[in-house]
């Protein structure tokens, strides 16, 4: 891996990024060119329109999309210096994501998605398990451990999917748009359940366009035309 | 939770593309299964009938000067007498290092008598190792149960004017005749063939072999070995292999088994395609979950690992029904193909390979699939989400 930079004491620090993409002979700028920081610990949520290039910003965040230009720091690790494989391991190791839509997969019980990230740790069967049922019990789901998916409600679905994203304990946590699908009461657990999360210590980085997400957090980034409005 | 959870779960999930997948293989290796096992068990009638119906090594004296006409004989000539056997001798023939793969071996004692007023020719047998070797004779009478009873041939018969139960002087002795052979079309139907020990009486020949007649199949050396093996024990003999027929044989049977083996590479190619095109189909469906396992840091390896276990998984399971079900047609189909033939039995070592191609196939297959699936750039995936 390449060596960490000196000098930087922000978890995550975004450096002059950018991000294009081709439309047939045009090129669309979905970040046009952002910098901040993130400190170990904090609650940021990135609010913007649709197409205000958030999602890309979350992608681009949790190594998932390589920026066009710029540098993204983790821990002092220039994540995009790494090989695809690396940064595999480095998603195992330091992000927990939580998709729009939940993203569970459907033919996995609710306990053995909670189980998935950790299928290529060498964590045994049975500290797994361990794993997996306590992190149910956070979230308030150890009962339907056995359930599929597809028999859980909305908010429920919510929970698993916040549930899989911590269980290996990844130090941040990744969210697009966790209460797009919710209501405004099954929303409200759901931020409950995030804060409580930051409180012991989990960094989170939110993607939203819910202005009511966003009191939960302790710093907004507002997003617009690729650009970062304000901090 | 492992890797194999996953593949498995999915398999479980996707029963009807697995179900499939599978009968695209099961097809394959059936069809292979079936035609090699028909090979085998028309091989195997072959080796039966070559056994049962006749010899297929010839031994006689070796000679520059005599003319052969029955099995490599023909006698009568004047300097004959000095060149055949000692019977004692034959005992050889069953100590050559492939003696397992002999099967009957018939002395025969040849020679000119006086019958009747007539010069015939007298054919010494022993008649238990002669007559289930000889299975296209057919006689009228019954066989003959005593060292004093003859078998006449068609055409001696009727030059001599026997019939059954009629005797014939030979050498001082009186013999019966107590069967006609009916017309072969061979040199039979112009000799009289009595007990070996009694014509070598008759014809002055007492431990005396004029040829000798082997039934011998070599499923694994060739039948020129025996052929060697038993020259080497009688360096006076010339001992040649009646390849003419086996070889008719076996050629048959080859060109039938190049035809099989022309048909299972067809149906293989058939179901690798199927196999591959169905993978792909079910890769691609899979596009927003491949995007899920790499966005929570699967490696490329992993997204490999599961799709090529379950290719794994779906192989062996073609692989092991193709060769039961493959099995069972060649076991109901061999009547209709080889009448009176019997099934070759189960070959483990061809269920072994059957399940091993199975599998490289559905490996191979998948393996394009596999790698499109495991290269698919996670936020190109997150896209489908």
Redesign the interface.
Known sequence: MPAKENAVNHLIEIRDIGKDYQAGANTVSAIRHMNFQVDDGEFISIMGQSGSGKSTLL?VL?G???PSRGQVLVDSLDIYGLS??QR??????Y?G?I???F?L????TVL?NV??????TGIS?KE?DGMARSVLAKVGLEAKADRLPDQLSGGEQERVAIA?AIVNRPPILLADEPTGSLDSETAAGVMALLRQLNKEGLTIIMVTHNPDACHHADRTILVRDGLCLTQ | ???Y??SY??L??RKGKVIFLVLGLVLGIATIVTLLSITESMTRDIEDRLDRFGANIVMVPKSENLALSYGGITVGGVNYAAQEFAEKDLVGIREIENRENLGAVAPKVLGAAQVMGRQVLLMGVDFAVELPLKTWWHLDGTAPAGSDELIVGAEAAATLDLALGNTVPLGGRTFTVAAILQPTGAAEDGLIIGDLHAMQEVLGKQGIVSLVEIAAFCRDCPITELVLQIAEKFPAAKVTALKQAVMAKMQSVELFKAFSYGIAGLVIFIGALLVFVTMMGAVNERT??IG???????????VMQIILLEAMVVGFLGGFLGFVIGNLIAWSVLPLVIPKGTFAGVNLSLGALAILLSISLSLLASLYPARKGSSLD??EA?RA?
Not at chain 2, 292 to 302: L, P, Q
Request: hydrophobic share 40%.
């Open positions: 992608a949790g998932l999309n390589h695809s494989e595999a391991d480095f998603r195992s190791e992000i994501i998709f729009q839509s993203q997969i459907p033919y996995l053995e189980k998935l990230p950790m299928a290529i069967a797994q899989r | 939770m492992k890797l959870h996953i779960n999915n479980k999930r927003r979950e899920i396992f790499r966005a929570i840091g699967f490696r490329r390896g992993h996670p936020s997150l989400l």
